[in-house]
């Protein structure tokens, strides 16, 4: 097992930190209307010109921001679940939440819910991701074992996606179908201010219930009985890594659709830089997250083909060869 010491790991959190600065900055100055850096600071405190700080600090603000919390998001809880299930495959999307989140938009699309209210959408794929948290403590609340939550995941994400697919073959036209392709694909653009109130709380909430699980992962990664023996209540860890991995990752699905990859691919990054500690980690995979959605979200605002390449696609392209490249370098560490 590789081990670091604490300088190594401190190094890495001042790298990725220096990286999310420069993706910020980068995103803040790239788009349809490129602007230098004195330009975006100075829109930033309302001096520049009007036009300027509508761009920089109402259109690209809360873009980045939620770019940030939902890189962030899906980075840490993709950490902690490969640390809870003890599967370096398992991501957010094993619980069901990302499809239950997907299968709540896409209704609202099919219903047209979408003219009445702009939080309609985000609004219904939040309303999906709690009943699929519901759900998964009713199948699981009995029996809380890794295997009850790993099957429960798959049984509601089989039936979200099934929903799904229900929903969209009996579509009303082509272009409702169309909107709803498109925000499974995941995007960030024109996202606003209302959608990071919206998402904000139950991600930061999903943050704080999982705030020192650490020492309980790097517990359970000698196995369950060795946990229990040094004093870890496995069935509250349990739930409380399932519980905020819910919320904040079905509010991050709400406002941003469903994004792959992040949660499988960045651990993985940074289990190769400091070794397979649990607890070591979570923090650079937050922070490797958030640099990677700010990454892909600006490579999203290139003039390519006829239309705009899409988060969801994006990550698609960079995290599954990746994930592909990981897998052959480790292939023999993992027998």
């Not at 790991?9 to 788009?31: D, E, H, R, Y």
């Not at 001096?47 to 939620?66: A, K, Y």
């Not at 498109?182 to 999903?206: C, H, K, Q, V």
């Not at 650490?214 to 000698?222: D, E, R």
């Amino acid at each position: 097992m590789k081990s670091v010491s604490r300088l190594q790991q401190n190094m890495l959190l001042i790298g990725l930190s220096g990286l999310l600065l420069v993706a910020v900055l980068a995103s803040s100055m790239f788009g349809a209307v490129n602007l230098s850096l004195s330009q975006v600071i100075e829109a930033l405190f309302g001096g520049g010109d009007t036009g300027v700080n509508i761009i920089v600090q109402e259109l690209r603000m809360p873009r980045i921001i939620l770019g940030l919390m939902a890189g962030a998001t899906l980075g840490y809880t993709g950490a902690a679940l490969q640390g809870l299930l003890r599967n370096p495959l398992a991501d957010p999307g094993v619980i069901g939440v990302s499809s239950s989140a997907s299968f709540g938009a896409v209704a609202a699309i099919y219903l047209g819910l979408s003219a009445y209210s702009a939080m309609a959408i985000p609004g219904m794929a939040m309303m999906g991701a709690l009943v699929a948290t519901l759900i998964l403590m009713l199948l699981a609340s009995r029996d809380s074992s890794v295997l009850t939550l790993i099957l429960a995941g798959v049984g509601i994400s089989s039936i979200a996606t099934a929903g799904i697919s229900l929903i969209m073959n009996f579509a009303p036209n082509p272009i409702s179908l169309q909107d709803m392709i498109f925000w499974m694909l995941g995007s960030l653009e024109n996202r606003t201010y209302d959608d990071l109130m919206l998402a904000g709380p139950f991600i930061i909430i999903g943050w704080l219930m999982m705030i020192g699980v650490g020492q309980g992962l790097n517990a359970l990664s000698l196995g369950s009985e060795a946990a229990h023996t040094l004093g870890i209540d496995l069935k509250r860890l349990r739930w409380r890594v399932v519980l905020g991995t819910t919320l904040s990752v079905g509010a991050t699905v709400s406002v941003c659709g469903a994004i792959g990859f992040i949660g499988l691919v960045v651990p993985h990054l940074i289990r190769a830089l400091i070794g397979y500690e649990p607890r070591k980690l979570l923090l650079p995979s937050a922070l490797a997250g958030a640099v990677l959605m700010t990454a892909a979200d600006i490579l999203t605002r290139l003039p390519i083909g006829h239309g705009q390449l899409r988060l969801g696609v994006v990550m698609a392209v960079i995290g599954a060869p990746v994930f592909i490249y990981i897998i052959f370098k480790t292939r023999e560490s993992m027998r």
